[in-house]
């Protein structure tokens, strides 16, 4: 049996939810128990097999979830993703453009530029979902092409790319990631079933009738974890103001869903976000998104929020933090 890491970059109970798993425990009550997302649990499940807690194969056998994320990985040598957002692409020779429709690391599918097989071209991606400056370009090969389309056809075609710089390639692995997480969500939200009815609902539950304009409350009155919920779910760029009734000033910077920075006196990052998410008393305010000067947090945020949530519960705890 393989022994279970002593220290986790994640900070849940590494002990706790081995021993879950292996009593048998199903992935929605794993979810129930620590406080998960879906997606906070595959990424635990996948950070339980990097730190050896599992084989991969055993994890494979118990956990639905982890097998889905294993045969996707053995499903492709270079995993192709689906496009869900409109990349536009240019033909450089023909002056063409049109849409990717999806892409890995070694070639991609595209919609509306016409191209002979065989045929080699220069191909161009603007990159203006990423705000990366200049396009990335690489040249392709036409493997296949075929029309779709019933009321208006257009031209589908398969595209091996033969040449790439390696600072080109970099950016790609950032589009493939970019587009990955962007799917992630979907799949998530689609999972969970989560309704604008229910965040509406947490929305009332911390006093803000209106979750999509500035809100405030006192933090005596609601769960400041739920206030950080909410805005991660509403998927917003905000900045979240809280003061302490001793005088404590934090902010918290959330982008996107995500956590990106956050300032508690002298401390700053994770760390900062812990100590304002302990207050017992005060006042919180939102307002309008304002650019932090670095980010010092790139952890997921339902981690965050587990981690947070551990230490109020047992503050004294030596067991490894997030």
Request: hydrophobic fraction near 35%.
């Amino acid at each position: 049996m393989t022994k279970p890491p002593h220290n986790s970059e994640y900070g849940i109970r590494v002990s706790t939810i081995v021993s879950d798993i292996r009593s048998g425990m199903g992935d929605e009550e794993l979810m129930k128990k620590h406080r998960l997302s879906s997606r906070g649990l595959r990424l635990v499940m996948q950070m339980l097999v990097e730190e050896n807690a599992f084989e991969r194969s055993e994890l494979s056998e118990l956990s639905p979830s982890y097998r889905n994320i294993a045969q996707l990985i053995d499903s492709r040598r270079t995993p192709r993703v689906y496009v869900p957002i409109s990349f536009r692409i240019s033909s450089r020779e023909t002056s063409q453009f049109g849409f990717v429709r999806d892409i890995s690391e070694t070639g991609l599918r595209v919609a509306g530029i016409k191209v002979t097989v065989g045929e080699e071209l220069t191909l161009s991606m603007p990159l203006k979902e990423l705000e990366t400056g200049d396009p990335l370009e690489f040249q392709a090969v036409c493997r296949w092409c075929k029309v779709e389309g019933k009321r208006k056809s257009y031209v589908v075609s398969g595209f091996e790319i033969v040449h790439i710089s390696e600072k080109a390639r970099v950016r790609l692995g950032e589009v493939i990631d970019f587009i990955h997480f962007q799917v992630e969500r979907e799949e998530e939200t689609r999972r969970t079933g989560l309704a604008n009815s229910e965040i509406l609902e947490l929305g009332r539950k911390i006093g803000a009738d209106r979750v999509s304009r500035e809100f405030s409350g006192t933090v005596e009155g609601v769960d400041i974890l739920d206030v950080v919920q909410l805005l991660l779910l509403c998927g917003q760029k905000v900045s979240l103001y809280i003061q302490s009734s001793e005088g404590h000033e934090s902010v918290v910077h959330i982008k996107d869903g995500r956590i990106v920075h956050a300032v508690h006196g002298g401390l700053e990052g994770r760390e900062a976000f812990y100590a304002s998410m302990n207050v017992v008393g005060g006042r919180f305010r939102t307002q309008p998104w304002s650019e932090p000067p670095r980010k010092t947090i790139d952890v997921p945020g339902e981690l965050l929020l587990l981690e947070a949530a551990r230490r109020r519960d047992d503050p004294c705890s030596d067991l490894p933090s997030l």
